[in-house]
């Protein structure tokens, strides 16, 4: 796979009818290993390893509903009351991040409420957090450190 644009990490791999998967720890099944699959992965390590999050907090893949339209997040950071912390969209690295891509991210949070986006390929990672009241969002360096509230 791809050298993506995060430290190094340790992954479980194996092979299956000529399939290479990977473990993931949230869903604590082998997933089968795709480009986008690849940058979800690294994306949870950074959340565990350097933002500190816990796994419990940790949601990945779920179908949510927007407009009334069965979407799917990639990964979702919770607060401890369950509120949603952080709403992440992966894609492949060959998938460059357009205006597309935000907008996506945009419409499910209308539903989801997150504080902070992250939107990834792996090699690009923006992170934004949310002013809700006047409907933008202000981009910044990095995501806030797991601090127990």
Known sequence: MQQLNFSSYKFRFKNSENKVSIFDEIRKKFIILTPEEW????????????????KSLINVEKVLKVNGLRKRYDVVVFNSDGSIFILIECKAPEIKIAQATFDQIARYNMTMKAQFLMVTNGLNHYFCQMDFENEK???????PIYQIQ
């Open 39 to 54: 940058v979800r992965q690294h994306v949870i390590q950074f959340l565990l390893e350097e933002k500190k999050y816990p």
């Open 137 to 143: 969002y202000q981009f910044l360096t990095e995501l």
